[in-house]
């Protein structure tokens, strides 16, 4: 007896558009653009750069968030031209630097919580396997990429606890100790990470996780014709943005007042 | 069929053998329960089957195990994994994928299958076990009956002949545990070999073949099941182990000692009206209204998401109350307040151990400087041996204890207890009420939230319960209420 209906939810994808693309090519062009960010200068390149990674982003299922990191940009773009004309001394310099240095991350965290968010954990160890990676290197990544999202949830409940006890419940504690306040979140954090990280490990074992024959994961992962044509239009596009920055649109300053 | 040959085992770095010459056989379709005291070595009995052990957690072995004629010993643990699944007994640290269909699909990809006998396999357990509204959600969408539910799937997909569960009822509540019942009947009714250990073992009381008792490391007892069930119940006590029959033995409900009661200053937590909402169609708390006096200990009962921990989360000052105040000896209290007042004991210590020794964790977040008073706090709690011990070295109760030692310290007026006896044999579940009623006896407001009946029912002065109503109002429960209460969770194991 076969169950159509079940069999389709098993084969439904929750994400679509570019998020269905190879693994291998979400964690290339994070790389790519990675560096590209940090290297390109110019406000014309770099918000083409967000942009463009705004729109990746937004054609694969999560558009709301491509959005709000735009906007942040943009927001924090302007705020960072703010400071040049309320000049105090060294904080200024301070603050602008670290502004510099949030806006050349933005396009790396939009693109990399979407690629954790969008990617199945079994394509991607599948893809990791095809590109030839040994499973001792394939296992702890992803182990890491499936405790992320834990991480917050534990968090809150150390905070939590922390609020009770009366321990740097307050942000002016925070702020007078901040060196313990940071140990005792990171204490627990440690010790719940050691245990969790024992157990999935031997609930792995138990099901095979160190099996070192070749996998198929359930959507069929592939590095076709497409992932290569877009892989061409990045390394194109990057090139652009490259010479962009050397014409004198490259030099153009779009953020100022009046 | 498995057969233990004379097997002991010695952990790498210990000094005492875990197993000592364990002759065990398990016939295939044979429901076998493990019990005994913790620490007794259940949990290594089981990691010896399922090929964990030697490999996975290192050790010296002796004599043999043995699966049909193959030994396990020589097996490597990816060998034996298609032929033995293994059920762990924390469901929120099994998780290797981020949604349900694919942790159902993990064991078969890491077996090779192609796509199609994955789909195949999936589509099998996913009828089995009625697991189909389940399919295509987020983990951390899942309560922990849910969660444990994919598990047993995830391992059923990869069809085992055997069945392992470790403690696979200690975090659920009485509706999963019926739901986690009746999965494992249909497991036996398949013929699966199915070895369980658990300390709560009532809902399996209506299954299982054989109950094999374990004392340091050593199968002192092996008894049918009717002269299981029919255990007297002094040696049963003896034996520290948990009743089969928790609507039978009903504990009597305790006193409230007669000095405190007499004392005229008997202070009052007074709520009055207490209603919040996650999301506007639907109240989870609505409108609750209740006293509460020093010596009252007041279990609160409920299925997972009737609200027990948005309650204590507010009474403990965490969440703040969308309408309703909360008075104690008459002045209402803000949410700072609270904190100040009040103390939590969550279910898992580990969240709740923030320095390098236990003296340290006791005074924390205090001005306390006493010795004596740290002194007398060590030795009520049997710590004083630990006292310069890193709090993650002790043991899970031990770690417990320290969280209530700090309460001690802090001088809590009001203590919250989130399950205080998950995982926890008899003895340490009446080590932790006879705990709990000497905090009371000195003039503490106790609540505690589990679902864990026996315990409640051991314990608590009072009984608060939010699932009869259902509809985010909370009642309490008289003695006539708690045993229709006691009907309905345990009706389903009825013979």
């Known amino acids: 007896m076969i169950n159509e209906s079940v069999r389709n939810k098993i084969t439904e994808v929750t994400f679509h558009g570019t998020a269905r693309l190879d693994p291998r090519l979400k964690l290339l062009m ?221 030099h153009f300053v779009i953020w100022r007042l009046g | 069929m498995i057969r233990f040959k004379d097997f002991s085992f010695c952990y790498e770095g210990m000094t005492e053998d875990t197993l000592k010459n364990i002759d065990l056989e398990i016939k295939d379709g ?71 269909t694919r942790e159902l699909a993990f064991g078969c990809e890491n077996m090779g299958y192609p796509r199609e006998e ?82 709560r073992f009532y809902y399996l009381r209506d299954l299982i073949d054989t109950a094999v008792y374990i004392e340091n490391g050593q199968i002192v007892n092996r008894f049918s099941r009717d002269e299981f069930l029919n255990l007297d119940n002094d040696f049963r006590i003896q034996k520290g182990l948990r009743t089969s029959y928790p609507e039978r033995d009903i504990g009597t409900i305790p006193e409230i000692s007669s000095e405190i009661e007499a004392s005229a200053e008997r202070n009052l937590f007074k709520v009055d009206g207490l209603t919040f909402a996650y999301d506007k169609k639907q109240k989870l708390l609505d409108e609750l209204s209740f006293e509460a006096s020093s010596g009252d200990v007041i279990g609160i009962t409920g299925h997972n998401g009737a609200g027990k921990t948005t309650l204590i989360s507010i009474l403990t000052g965490i969440l703040k109350e969308q309408s309703g105040k909360v008075y104690f000896k008459g002045k209402r209290l803000s949410a700072a307040k609270k904190r100040k007042l009040s103390y939590l004991v969550m279910q898992d210590a580990d969240y709740q151990l923030f320095t390098a020794s236990v003296e340290e964790e006791l005074v924390l977040g205090t001005k306390v400087s006493d010795k004596q008073m740290i002194d007398s706090v060590l030795d009520k709690l049997a710590l004083s041996e630990f006292r310069e011990c890193h709090p993650a070295a002790l043991s899970g109760g031990q770690k417990q204890r320290v969280t209530i030692g700090a309460s001690l310290i802090k001088n809590s007026e009001i203590l919250f207890f989130d399950e205080p006896t998950s995982g926890l044999d008899y003895d340490s579940m009446i080590r932790v009420s006879s705990l709990i009623k000497e905090l009371s006896d000195n003039g503490a407001i106790i609540f505690l939230v589990s679902h864990d009946f026996e315990f409640i029912t051991h314990t608590c002065t009072r009984i608060f319960d939010l699932d009869v109503e259902k509809n985010g109002k909370m009642i309490e429960l008289g003695e006539t209420t708690l045993q229709m209460l006691a009907e309905k969770y345990f009706h389903s194991f009825k013979q």
């Open chain 2, 30 to 100: 044979e429901m076998v329960l493990l019990t005994g005291r913790s620490g007794c070595g259940k949990t290594t009995l089981l990691r010896s089957i399922n090929g964990l052990i030697p490999h996975f957690y290192p050790g010296k072995t002796n004599g043999d195990v043995l699966y049909g004629d193959e030994s396990l010993l020589e097996m490597k643990p990816s060998d034996i994994a298609g032929k033995v699944g293994t059920v762990f007994q924390d469901p929120r640290s099994q998780f290797f994928m981020t949604d349900t």
């Open chain 1, 30 to 250: 994070l790389i790519i653009l990675g560096c590209v960010s940090f290297f390109i200068n110019g406000d014309v390149p770099s918000l083409l750069l967000m942009t463009a990674v705004t729109v990746f982003v937004a054609a694969g299922s999560d558009p709301k968030w491509g959005i709000k990191m735009l906007i942040i940009y943009i927001l924090i773009s302007y705020l960072n031209i703010c400071l040049k004309y309320i000049y105090i001394p060294v904080i200024s310099l301070m603050i602008s630097m670290f502004g510099v240095t949030v806006l050349k991350a933005m396009p790396i965290v939009t693109l990399g919580r979407w690629v954790l968010k969008s990617t199945y954990m079994d394509e991607l160890t599948v893809a990791l396997e095809r590109a030839g990676m040994p499973l001792t290197v394939i296992i702890p990544f992803v182990v890491m990429f499936r405790y992320i999202p834990t991480l917050g949830i534990e968090y809150k409940l150390i905070r939590n606890t922390m609020k009770i006890r009366g321990v740097s419940d307050s942000f002016i504690k925070i702020l007078l100790h901040p060196f313990a306040t940071f140990e005792y979140i990171l204490i627990p954090l440690l010790m719940r990470c050691l245990k969790v990280s024992d157990e999935l490990a031997a609930s792995g074992t138990t099901r095979g996780m160190e099996r070192t024959n070749k996998r198929y994961a359930l959507q069929e992962v592939r590095f076709g014709f497409i992932e290569y044509l877009i892989l061409a239009f990045v390394l194109i596009f990057v090139a652009g943005l490259f010479v962009l920055e050397k014409t004198p649109a490259g």
């Open chain 2, 118 to 199: 994955i789909i195949d396999r999936i589509e099998k357990a996913v009828t089995a076990l009625e697991l189909e509204e389940y399919l295509n959600r987020s983990i951390f969408s899942l309560s922990s009956g849910e969660k444990q539910q994919i598990a047993i799937g995830s391992v059923y997909a990869m069809t085992p002949k055997v069945f392992v569960f470790d403690e696979p009822s200690a975090n659920l509540d009485h509706e999963a545990t019926s739901r986690l019942s009746g999965i494992m009947k249909k497991l036996k009714d398949s013929g699966y070999t199915i070895i369980v250990a658990d300390h």
